[in-house]
């Protein structure tokens, strides 16, 4: 099967904002205006732009639902078990929803297993696209914790979902001079970026309306607003976007290992430069910029690498081998 080199340079775009964005996040620069500008403008696109890719490579199969608990609700397992025995580690207490509520960023793993295996039926549902905007427009008047098994994120981002796996079959309705796209794109995001500066990143998240002091109106106007410059940047960068080999290929094809372990740089790496004593980075905004922005670099090109992506792949595997062979012979017994 012949990669599609355009949608793993889309991929790694996404991947290394993600990973930009949550540097910023936990320095102290995020306080500053143009920090703060940035993650601002970066929150806009960077995870539609992952889900729309994770939509576009979706299929509908006979095995959707084993397949997707192979290869994203195991490894949403094993990454999440991981960190929560580190945070024992740390803290010294077990979290009191494990599992159950995503710990750090792997809530898009689980928001994935649900989408694939969501997919084939949505697909039968006349009008899915749309019923998928009014429920991501409701769902955040439901006053709960909706951060349980990532349920707001799950139905806030379905219909960025469905539009990639849709657009494969319309994308030359949406073809135009990549220049173009580029001009707009930037005036879309600079604009949207100082509409939406004084409201949550969560628009399309984990809060209710209410958590955000929204009313439901003002509320389900703005996430639709969020939702639409979401959907039309990814379609301008996919128009943007080379189909040639580019330094983003690799972590694109190597988003997972990426995705999975850069959370523990974001979170330890500060704490082993104060032990080496280099605290007086973080006293000093442009050091810290400076650190932000290599840290990100450095981490993402390291993470990407194969022999890392392999080491990942083949931990899921040898969990899921395991998890499949006791299965088989608590079948047995059961069964015997």
Known sequence: ??????LDNLRGLAILLVVLAHFIMESSIYSSSAFYFTCKFI???????????????????PDNVSKAFKGILIPYLIFNTLWIIVAFLQNGHLPSAMYFVPEVGLWYLLSLFFWRTMLPIA????????????LALLVGTINLDLSFL?????????PV?????????????FTINKYLAGGSLIILLTASTFFFKHYSDNLVGKLSYSAMDLGNLEGMVLRLLAIAVGMISVILLFNIMTSKETVLTKVGRNSLSVYVLHFYF????????????????????????????????????????????KGVDAIIKSVTNFLLKEYKLIYTRRST
Request: aromatic share 20%; glycine share 2%; charged share 15%.
């Open 161 to 173: 979902f469905l539009l990639g796996f849709y657009f494969k079959d319309i994308k030359e309705k």
């Open 43 to 61: 929150y806009l696109f960077h995870m539609p732009l992952l889900i729309f890719v994770s939509g576009y490579l979706s299929k509908i199969r």
């Open 123 to 134: 697909n039968m549902v006349k009008h899915a696209f749309w019923i998928s905007i009014l």
């Open 1 to 6: 099967m012949i990669r599609d080199l355009k």
């Open 266 to 309: 974001i979170f330890y790496l500060p704490d082993i430069l104060n032990y080496f004593g280099l605290k007086f980075i973080f006293h000093s905004y442009l050091l810290t910029a400076i650190y932000v922005i290599s840290a990100t670099v450095i981490v993402t090109f390291i993470l990407s690498r194969d022999v890392v992506s």
């Open 150 to 158: 990532s349920i707001s994120r799950t139905v806030c981002f379905f």
